[in-house]
């Protein structure tokens, strides 16, 4: 079956250093990977979005990478902030116009 | 405003009754999704509209679960006979098309309480 993982362990990380989440998928041939971050009590927000044949994508502080050979996409957020603390969703087509999405990784950036 | 309006914003309600819930897209976004958030677990695709036409309502957890949309713009997600397990946050997302390229654009949700 199709299936998207992401850690289901929240991340925990120092103000300033670099936070890594990870995105994978089994069973899927998408042409495109989609992030959101989601606030508490908030729907989702649409950050980047990934093409197959794009290895990296930056906006700002953030860089998205799709490897379709590992079938994942790794995000990164430089210079983090107390402010990046949510919840980040990786998302996929599947059959049809569907939007599947991962179960999300919890990131929080102490101070 | 410019985002995607969803009402009422929690709802609660006694089991057996039905419910409604209502969703106003961005303007000029012709597709419009549902989708139901529970505690601590991903988006579950509910139903999708292109325009007025729902393509693809295989999401629909059982027939007490009903959706319209109007004019291309506002949608309501009906369920009859509330059961407990309805308990979720509903979120409706409006996109320009269907394209998998196309961002969704979200609403807060619906946070509906049956007890």
């Known amino acids: 079956s199709q299936k998207i993982e992401q850690n289901s362990e929240a991340l925990n990380i120092q103000e300033g250093k670099t936070a890594t989440l990870t995105c994978n998928y089994t069973?899927?041939?998408?042409?495109?990977l989609q992030w959101y971050r989601q606030d508490p009590g908030r729907g989702p927000v649409f950050l980047l979005l990934i093409r197959e044949n794009e290895k990296e994508k930056r906006k700002e502080r953030l860089k998205v990478t799709f490897d379709t050979t590992l079938k994942q996409s790794l995000f990164h957020i430089t210079a983090s902030q107390p402010a990046d603390s949510a919840t980040y969703l990786c998302?996929?087509?599947?059959?049809?116009?569907?939007?599947?999405f991962g179960a999300g990784t919890i990131l929080r950036v102490k101070s | 405003g410019a985002g995607v309006s969803q009402s009422p914003s929690n709802k609660v309600t006694e089991k057996g009754k039905d419910v409604e819930l209502r969703c106003d897209p961005i303007s000029g976004h012709t597709a419009l999704y549902w989708y139901r958030q529970s505690l601590g677990q991903g988006l579950e695709f509910l139903i999708y509209?292109?325009?007025?036409?729902?393509?693809?309502k295989s999401g629909l957890p059982s027939d007490r679960f009903s959706a319209e949309r109007t004019g291309g713009s506002v949608s309501t997600l009906t369920i009859q006979r509330t059961q407990q397990e309805d308990s979720a946050v509903y979120l409706c997302?409006?996109?320009?098309?269907?394209?998998?390229?196309?961002?969704?654009?979200f609403g807060d949700g619906t946070r509906l309480s049956i007890l």
């Open positions: 997302a409006s996109s320009l098309g269907t394209d998998s390229n196309q961002p969704q654009h």
């Open positions: 998302a996929l087509r599947r059959d049809g116009n569907k939007l599947v």
């Open positions: 509209f292109q325009g007025n036409s729902a393509p693809d």
């Open positions: 069973n899927y041939s998408p042409a495109y």
